[in-house]
């Protein structure tokens, strides 16, 4: 851990060196900065980096839209203690180099109180260290990745990690869906998917458990038919799949062609499989940071609002955390009182409140504390099964 954090230290270092540095949507120049609160004295000047453009444009999209919504609901309620937001978005297109360019110029020139961003895990560790050498308090929405928080004190996240989910997802299997076996199959060239598929492991055998696959693909892998046929062959109960939607559905598509006859159990990065392949996981369950078929006030109040102001736009997950992030910070600010930004910090550390997401404090590492959603495909549509503590 110790040799991973300073690599990550010097890597940052050396590559700011050598850089230098929908409907109604947030104003956006792709990687020009755009201010959501009306420029002038008296504003209280936040950052958010998140990609606009590229192959990840739709979570950053997401995530700018929901925190431009939270600022408008904040500053027509009057603002924090009388003063304005004022939001700059920028666009890294995705991009760790970029990204520590534009957090450079939001402290050196357009100075910045606190960050919201950057949403990729990648981005995210990048950025982590600059941000605790500069004092600038941080909290990424969805960066998931596990050591983007620990050993910083201004860093945070409004996001569970990797390892959480996949160990509440074999929590649920075993206690919810009283299963006995499982079978894995994990992207090994993803820490996103090596980091389920470990701690669902670890999780599932520890509650007595049995694995009976643990079979593993590339990014690059297309075919899956010879590795179901394997995992068929152990009749495993559930399959769990932790990876992204598109992956997911090209498997589940397979799943069904070999006969497979078993639930299929993901993590987040499920979010989206119900758009092109709904029929294809009927009947499965994933881990998700909310749904949006909560009856709870605060969810509801979240997705008419946001639905409103972006023209039908239901909200995905990353919108909900980029929402909570908005909003967890902003209390930080009320409650500090000041624009010191060490305050902001410890601030940020005592969050107690209700978010779209769950009820929210931090641990020593900056992570959230809160309930984690299990959602189940049901008629092409994700709909809310529980909440695992």
Same mark, same amino acid.
């Given at each position: 851990?110790?040799?991973?954090?300073?690599?990550?230290?010097?890597?940052?270092?050396?590559?700011?060196?050598?850089?230098?540095?929908?409907?109604?949507?947030?104003?956006?120049?792709?990687?020009?900065?755009?201010?959501?609160?009306?420029?002038?004295?008296?504003?209280?000047?936040?950052?958010?980096?998140?990609?606009?453009?590229?192959?990840?444009?739709?979570?950053?999209?997401?995530?700018?839209?929901?925190?431009?919504?939270?600022?408008?609901?904040?500053?027509?309620?009057?603002?924090?203690?009388?003063?304005?937001?004022?939001?700059?978005?920028?666009?890294?297109?995705?991009?760790?180099?970029?990204?520590?360019?534009?957090?450079?110029?939001?402290?050196?020139?357009?100075?910045?109180?606190?960050?919201?961003?950057?949403?990729?895990?990648?981005?995210?560790?990048?950025?982590?260290?600059?941000?605790?050498?500069?004092?600038?308090?941080?909290?990424?929405?969805t960066g998931t990745s596990l050591d983007i928080t620990p050993g910083y004190d201004y860093v945070y996240r409004a996001c569970?990690?990797?390892?959480?989910?996949?160990?509440?997802?074999?929590?649920?299997?075993?206690?919810?869906?009283?299963?006995?076996?499982?079978?894995?199959?994990?992207?090994?060239?993803?820490?996103?998917?090596?980091?389920?598929?470990?701690?669902?492991?670890?999780?599932?055998?520890?509650?007595?458990?049995?694995?009976?696959?643990?079979?593993?693909?590339?990014?690059?892998? %297309?075919? !899956?038919?010879?590795?179901? $046929?394997?995992?068929?062959? @152990?009749?495993?109960?559930?399959? /769990?799949?932790?990876?992204? &939607?598109?992956?997911?559905?090209?498997?589940?598509?397979?799943?069904?062609?070999?006969?497979?006859?078993?639930?299929?159990?993901?993590?987040?990065?499920?979010?989206?499989?119900?758009?092109?392949?709904?029929?294809?996981?009927?009947?499965?369950?994933?881990?998700?940071?909310?749904?949006?078929?909560?009856?709870?006030?605060?969810? %509801?109040? !979240?997705?008419?609002?946001? $639905?409103?102001?972006?023209? @039908?736009?239901?909200?995905?997950? /990353?919108?909900?955390?980029? &929402?909570?992030?908005?909003?967890?910070?902003?209390?930080?600010?009320?409650?500090?009182?000041?624009?010191?930004?060490?305050?902001?910090?410890?601030?940020?550390?005592?969050?107690?409140?209700?978010?779209?997401?769950?009820?929210?404090?931090?641990?020593?590492?900056?992570?959230?504390?809160?309930?984690?959603?299990?959602?189940?495909? %049901?008629?092409?549509?994700?709909?809310?099964?529980?909440?695992?503590?």
């Open positions: 851990m110790i040799l991973k954090r300073v690599s990550a230290i010097a890597i940052s270092m050396l590559m700011a060196v050598s850089m230098a540095g929908c409907g109604a949507k947030a104003p956006s120049n792709e990687g020009e900065g755009a201010s959501v609160a009306t420029n002038g004295e008296g504003t209280i000047k936040i950052g958010l980096i998140t990609p606009k453009t590229g192959s990840v444009a739709q979570y950053g999209i997401a995530v700018d839209n929901a925190t431009a919504l939270a600022v408008k609901e904040i500053n027509e309620a009057g603002g924090i203690n009388g003063r304005e937001i004022e939001l700059i978005s920028y666009d890294n297109k995705g991009d760790a180099t970029e990204s520590i360019n534009l957090f450079n110029r939001l402290v050196d020139n357009d100075e910045i109180v606190a960050l919201l961003g950057p949403v990729i895990s990648s981005n995210a560790l990048a950025i982590g260290p600059l941000a605790d050498e500069k004092g600038i308090p941080m909290i990424t929405p569970y990690t990797d390892p959480y989910q996949g160990s509440i997802m074999a929590k649920f299997a075993n206690e919810n869906l009283k299963v006995k076996t499982a079978s894995i199959l994990y992207n090994t060239g993803s820490d996103y998917s090596v980091g389920l598929a470990e701690a669902f492991k670890e999780t599932f055998e520890a509650a007595g458990g049995t694995i009976t696959n643990y079979e593993g693909y590339t990014a690059d892998d %297309k075919e !899956f038919k010879a590795v179901l $046929t394997n995992i068929k062959a @152990g009749s495993p109960e559930v399959l /769990f799949i932790p990876d992204y &939607y598109n992956t997911v559905g090209l498997i589940a598509g397979q799943v069904k062609e070999v006969g497979l006859d078993t639930i299929m159990l993901g993590g987040d990065g499920w979010d989206g499989v119900q758009e092109n392949y709904g029929e294809l996981v009927e009947g499965s369950y994933f881990v998700n940071h909310y749904a949006a078929d909560d009856t709870a006030e605060i969810v %509801k109040n !979240f997705v008419d609002n946001y $639905t409103e102001m972006f023209e @039908g736009t239901r909200p995905n997950a /990353f919108a909900a955390l980029g &929402y909570d992030a908005t909003k967890i910070l902003a209390a930080a600010i009320e409650k500090a009182g000041t624009e010191d930004k060490a305050a902001i910090k410890d601030a940020i550390a005592a969050t107690d409140m209700d978010c779209v997401t769950g009820h929210v404090t931090f641990d020593e590492n900056g992570d959230p504390q809160k309930s984690v959603t299990i959602l189940k495909m %049901k008629d092409g549509v994700s709909v809310l099964e529980t909440k695992v503590q």
